[in-house]
């Protein structure tokens, strides 16, 4: 009897201790949010001090059975408040404290966080995930914490077996990423049908963040069907559009709602796709690019949209060959999924071309749309049917309408660094080779920002005619235009910079490569050239490679 009325009276006592722990946070979180110092001073002074980041996460450790479920969630909630706002620190090295005391008590926090989602208190709920959130999102710049021969990232605790005893088991159930994963998936899924509630927001923002940084979550989330779940909302989303549209008496608000549930599944997708082959195949296999194409008319009514969606799509086709063929798919009447062996106008892959080249007369002030439209081309350039789409329609007369060099304006320059790393990539495949060659004055402009004021424009347009060497068909063309082998003995006479003259040597090898007739005039414009810059060039281990393939050309042409 004693020893329940001392136990009672002890939880008491930490009850009330609690509550007054969360109110002197609550006092804190007020005067970080009030403090008016340059560069919060106070914040500052709170996040490195390494003892108070310890005692502050210290009351993850405290658990509901011992206590009173009022008092822990209150002082949960003040705390994740508090480390959200020392989340917004700016200089992120500042942040190794906290990031040592979060993984010295990661199990214990994820079980925290668990026990808040599993929680009916929704400011606990919603708290929690956006902290959890903040500390995901911060972790992809947060530096990491030196133990011995170990570096502690956010990434390797949250993907690290929680039972210390079976370390070599790395099964994704073990990790906190894959519980917390499943506990996430479940909660997805429970608001799938609540567009834009605070719930469902804060739920889609933690997932998202999970399965960018986890591999174990991705895993977790794609065998917990995921992808299978976001393609369906996909449809339905398209279906409520398509009737929204159709109802007079729809306000835009409803439509602006949907619009904003189809860019916040676009970004769960994103992230689910990001570096993952797995969900790459898994997103190929449930018809993204067809579902996707179905939207397309309906994402340009926003820019945001747009923009979620296009990155969505570079992150799928990023090192993804079934994903890049999979754009000139397009959906049947039916609905079933039918790939088009004839190039129409009715894929993915002609609309994404089409934004491509509106947004090259456009090119406005806000140049994100333009960047990563061209990215996309970059991407899908991998696949011989993308390449099609852009050989075979007017497409690359757009690189032939761009402005002259001297004007020095900056949407023109980034338009024409646009273009040159896009056909950097076209130009490595034979049949892209032939195409820019035939497109007329192309070796003329090409010389032309090889000349430009901007390192990365001269590379870029002497690895496109580089490239356009390797053709067998284009050698003899390339040899006889009047500029070209002058400005490659400029290039290796003057002083410009290693690695476009290593770029200028592999040209010439490919030039004489296969190749007699060429082989002689090199011999007489450029092997005087070549042999002047082996007697200059530095011979140290800086060079080792420039000096091997200048040599090998030397000999080539000597013979």
């Given at each position: ?14 009850a ?39 005692r502050?996460v ?15 969630h ?14 917004q ?8 404290p ?33 902290f ?11 530096p ?12 390797s ?93 729809s ?7 949907l ?145 002259a ?48 004021s ?106």
């Amino acid at each position: 009897m004693n020893k329940d009325k001392k136990t009672r009276k002890s939880h008491l006592h930490l009850a009330c201790t609690l509550d007054m722990y969360a109110n002197i946070l609550k006092l804190t979180l007020q005067c970080l949010i009030h403090d008016s110092t340059d560069d919060t001073a106070m914040q500052q002074q709170i996040v490195v001090d390494k003892a108070l980041m310890h005692r502050l996460v210290k009351v993850f450790n405290t658990k509901i059975q011992d206590l009173d479920e009022v008092s822990c969630h209150g002082a949960w909630k003040q705390t994740f408040l508090l480390l959200t706002a020392l989340l917004q620190q700016r200089d992120v090295s500042a942040l190794c404290p906290l990031l040592t005391a979060l993984s010295i008590n990661w199990e214990e926090l994820t079980d925290v966080i668990c026990e808040c989602i599993k929680s009916t208190d929704l400011s606990v709920y919603i708290t929690s995930l956006h902290f959890f959130s903040a500390l995901l999102s911060k972790s992809v710049r947060l530096p990491g914490r030196e133990t011995g021969h170990m570096k502690i990232t956010i990434k390797s605790v949250i993907d690290r077996p929680l039972n210390k005893g079976a370390a070599s088991d790395m099964s994704a159930a073990r990790t906190s990423g894959a519980m917390l994963a499943t506990l996430l998936l479940s909660e997805h899924d429970k608001h799938l049908n609540h567009l834009m509630s605070p719930e469902k927001t804060a739920a889609v923002q933690a997932l998202r963040c999970l399965v960018g940084v986890s591999n174990t979550a991705k895993h977790t989330a794609l065998a917990g069907g995921l992808m299978e779940t976001l393609v369906e909302q996909l449809k339905d989303l398209h279906t409520q559009l398509t009737l929204q549209g159709l109802d007079k008496k729809s306000s835009s608000s409803k439509r602006h709602t949907l619009l904003m549930e189809l860019k916040e599944t676009f970004n769960l997708l994103n992230c689910l796709v990001f570096q993952s082959d797995e969900a790459k195949m898994a997103a190929v296999d449930n018809h993204l690019s067809s579902v996707v194409f179905n939207l397309w008319a309906w994402c340009q009514l926003e820019k945001s949209v747009l923009d979620a969606l296009l990155s969505l799509l570079c992150s799928f086709t990023a090192n993804n060959s079934a994903g890049s063929t999979s754009m000139v798919y397009c959906p049947a009447v039916d609905g079933s999924i039918v790939h088009q062996k004839t190039h129409t106008n009715n894929c993915l892959a002609h609309s994404i071309v089409k934004l491509a080249s509106e947004e090259q007369v456009r090119m406005a002030s806000n140049l994100r749309i333009p960047r990563l439209t061209f990215q996309l081309l970059c991407n899908m350039a991998i696949a011989g049917e993308c390449r099609n789409v852009m050989l075979k329609t007017n497409f690359l007369q757009g690189f032939l309408s761009l402005p002259a060099i001297k004007k020095n304006i900056k949407q023109q320059r980034i338009r024409q660094s646009l273009w040159l790393n896009l056909l950097v990539c076209l130009s490595i495949s034979s049949d892209a080779q032939q195409a820019l060659l035939k497109l007329k004055d192309s070796v003329d402009m090409l010389l032309e920002f090889s000349t430009s004021s901007l390192a990365s424009q001269q590379e870029a347009a002497m690895l496109v005619i580089r490239n356009l060497c390797f053709h067998p068909a284009n050698k003899s063309k390339l040899l006889s235009h009047e500029k070209l082998l002058d400005h490659v003995t400029e290039v290796l006479s003057a002083s410009a910079g290693i690695h476009s003259q290593h770029i200028v040597i592999s040209a010439i090898w490919a030039l004489a490569c296969n190749n007699q007739k060429g082989k002689a005039t090199l011999k007489r414009r450029v092997l005087g050239t070549l042999q002047d810059f082996e007697n200059q060039l530095p011979h140290n281990h800086y060079n080792v490679n420039i000096l091997k393939d200048l040599q090998n050309v030397i000999a080539l042409l000597s013979k």
